[in-house]
Each structure stands twice: as C-alpha cells, then as structure tokens.
C-alpha cells in the first residue's frame, strides 16, 4: 500500500463564511415580526469552536478542478478524478480533515437589503453572517492511501490538490462573488509526504513516524511543481488555462464626502466598518448599489422601448429580485441562480474617521426630540483600493457580451457623474465620490479613461460613455442588433 499525507498551511486574504444554522434573532416583539434578522453562523465543532468541515474543504476543490477540465477547450487535462475521490458506489481514496479553528477567529458582519422602490431598508432583510476574520492561518490535511494498481491515479490526485492550492483563483466557502473565501497563495507554504507500506518493517515504520516529517518519508519537492510527476517518471500535466474570457472593470476612485457603512451600534455610535485597523468598503454594499442602479437603467429603456414591466409597487425585495430584467438578474443573480459578476471589499489606507453629532427635531414644538441624540463615525480616508468589477463571460455570445459591457458601463457612468453614491447616508451628503481612473479589459475591446480634473465629473462620464458607444455598437456577426435588444432575453447555456 502507499500512503500519503499533504498538509497545506494557508492564509486567508478575506472573510470565509461556511453556512451552518441559521437562527432568526428577534429585533421585534414577536417571532412573526418582519423585521427580524438572521443570524448566519459560522459551522462549528464540539465545545461551539469554529470549524471548517472537511466536506466543504474537498467540495471546494472538486468545484475548482471540474473548471480547470472544463476550461480545456477539448484537450483532455483530467485534472479531477472521480474514481480517485469516491462515489455512491466506492468510497474516496483521500480523506480531508476538519479544520478547528480559534473562537478569536470569528467575527459577525452586518447587513441589510435595500427595496428599490422606497430606497429603505427592506422588511426582513437584515442579517448578520459569521464568518473567519481576513488574515487567519490554517493547516489542511490531506490523507490516502492506495494499492499499488491505485497509486498512480491518487499521486496525480496530490498533485492537483497542491496545484490547486497554488491558484490565486482558488476560494473556499459562500458567498465567492462577493470576493469571500480567498486565500493569499503566496503564503501557502506545503508538506507532502508518501510512505511505501508493502512489507511488515516499512508498516512499522510509518507508525511509528508518519506525524514526524524529518523521520518520514518526505519528499523534498513541492508537490505543486512538475517535479511531483517527473520524479516518478511521469509526464507533468498540462499547464492550466488562464480561466474563461472575463470582463473587468478597475475603478480608481477617491471619496469627496465621508464614506459610512453602518457596523453593529455602540450605544448611540453609528461607526464605518472595519477589517482589523482598516475602513472597509464591503463588496455586498458595492454591488448593491451597482446592481439597484443597473436594475434602473435596463427598466427606463425597456419602458422606453414600450416594453410592460412587473409594477414594484407594496413588492417584497425578494419579488424585485427576481422579476429584475433578465440581463440584470444574469449579471446580478437571483433567487434562482448566481451572477456572474464578482466585486471584492475595497479597502482605504487607514482608518480615519469624523465623529458627527445629529439629533431630531419635534414636529410640533421645534425642539429637540427626547433621546433622539446619536452620533455617526463615516470614514474619511482619502487613499482607498481600486474597485474591480470582475465578470466571467464564458458561453455568453458577442451581443450579449456588449449588453453586459453596456449596461455595467452605464452604471459606472452614473458613479462617475456623481448621481450614484456608495455606502449609507446618501441623502445625508455622505457617498460621494470622485472617479479618476476607469480601465476595462474583455474579449470586446478595451480601454482607459482618466478623469481630466478633479471637478471633471460630467467630463468623465461622457468620456466612458463615448467609449461604450465605440465598443457596443452591433456586432458583424449580428448586424442591426443592439445591445438593448438582449436586456429583456433570458440567457440560456
């Protein structure tokens, strides 16, 4: 028999959430109340520690492998073996190892749903998610053992797992178009080992020290390297594609107000969220907004177009969710599939901030109002990391292609111009931001526009509106299309 053993140390880039029970936590009188919150909690291990199951761990890199197959154009890669990990009719060769984390690894993040027709919070749409803080390190393991028949086929199955380790696309986890769950492979440090176990003395030997790597038999090559297969006279696969054709968008942008995206009160303190000593930008907050702009646009030119549209009127979020147009709720998602578009936290160089006093006045007498004192905390550093709006475009042709480009083009055009804030307090003055640097790149075309001043904001958005116009008029391949002609056309792979 050979045995195996690779243990993976790696680091956390961002917040990791793996779903366990969900508890609805009552901020109403009653259970019934319609604006209780949920409470995702992190899945944890016995005595309540955090803990990141085995199953997911080896889902994750059943998903990643299967995308690696099926980005190979044809030519057989065999990146994922489904003999090798088991199915309904053969148990897997590799086992993978719970993860137990520290308690003081977990923290809650906030966060609510916004109604597109009132612009307020939505009933029944605050939540709360536990999750692994950004910057934690663990060890994953990885164990086989294998006939000699076998082992060629779990040594390959090794070596993808360290290659996939490798891969800064690899994430763990929910909520990844979000930018959750991502690990800094630069960090990964590995260890393999491989015992050959054929006689009594070799068993006894890998007893007594398969937890001891000087003693074991470690190989001294990084399993994620060509040397895992060349130093068993194997040849090394293929390398991997770079991924499917995607459109991005990088947004440089700096805030002109404060920037306030609510964390947990503290007492009657409304302070920005952080991640560790840094003011955050959350994705969740980004593509919201992103997405409830967009949703805007795509209705007025379908109305426009003379197109009927579902009345949003006394609707529940989820309803305008799912009855978005139907490029939105591709781009976006919706309750019945995932969107193609993933937005990543931003983050500012600091954690700067400008305590702000209000209080409510009386309708009747003018006066103060009784306990209505609060304070807010919005940020206001000037340096923050560029937005980058990443959307895979495999299987989408080169008309919708230009749609999705149009129509995420547009939004930004908005944000540029000064109408679209990001973040809480809108209508408060905070949420403004200036534009300076717009890049894309996509299987379309590409280009940059750099804001010519710093109170260029209508200038700026003409010149991304020129260049949509430039890169979105009807493909050769479909002349007398528009773009437009797909926002209300389901796609279908």
Known sequence: MIRYRLQATITLATAL???????????????????????????????????????????????????????????????????????????????????????????????????????????GSLFRHEVVEAGTRCTLTFTATASAAWASRV???????????RDPRFTLGARSNIGWGR?????????????????????GHYVEHRFDWPAGQRRPKDPSTDAWWTDVGKPPPR???????????TVAWRPITGLLVADEADGNLVASRKAGTQHVLPGTAIRGALRSRASRIARTILAARGRALPDWTGSTLVDQVATDPPLVRLIFG?????????????????????????????????ATTEGHLWRTAPAVDRQWEPLVLDLDA??????????????????LSELANGTLRLGGHGNRGLGQV??????????????????????????????????????CHPAESAPGRSWADVLDQEHTT
């Open 17 to 123: 959430h793996i779903g366990g029970l969900d508890d609805r936590a009552v901020v109403g009188a009653q259970d019934t109340d319609p604006d209780c919150q949920v409470v995702s909690q992190t899945r944890s291990a016995g005595g309540g520690l955090p803990l990141i199951p085995g199953s997911s761990i080896a889902g994750a890199i059943a998903a990643f492998l299967k995308a690696r197959d099926a980005e190979s154009l044809g030519v057989a890669t065999n990146c994922w073996d489904t003999e090798v990990w088991g199915s309904v009719d053969r148990a897997s060769a590799i086992q993978v190892d719970d993860v137990v984390l520290p308690a003081q690894a977990i923290t809650t993040i906030q966060g609510n749903g916004i109604n597109r027709t009132t612009g307020t919070a939505a009933p």
């Open 155 to 165: 040594h390959d199955q090794i070596g993808q797992i360290a290659r996939a380790l």
């Open 183 to 203: 690990i800094d492979s630069t960090l990964t440090t590995l260890q393999v080992s491989r015992w050959d176990t054929a006689n009594l003395a070799a068993l």
């Open 239 to 249: 390398p991997w594609v770079t991924g499917p054709p995607r459109i991005r968008f």
């Open 334 to 366: 919706s309750t019945q599939h995932r969107g193609r578009l993933t937005v990543s936290d931003a983050r500012a160089q600091g954690g700067k901030t400008r305590e702000q006093h209000h209080n409510s006045i009386d309708r009747w007498s003018g």
């Open 394 to 411: 495999s299987g989408l042709d080169d008309t919708r292609q230009r749609a999705v480009l149009a129509l995420l083009g547009l939004t």
């Open 434 to 471: 200036r534009v300076i640097d717009v890049a894309l790149d996509s299987p379309v075309g590409t280009f940059r526009v750099v804001s010519p001043g710093q109170d260029a904001h209508e200038q700026m958005s003409r010149q991304i509106l020129a260049q949509l116009a430039r890169l």
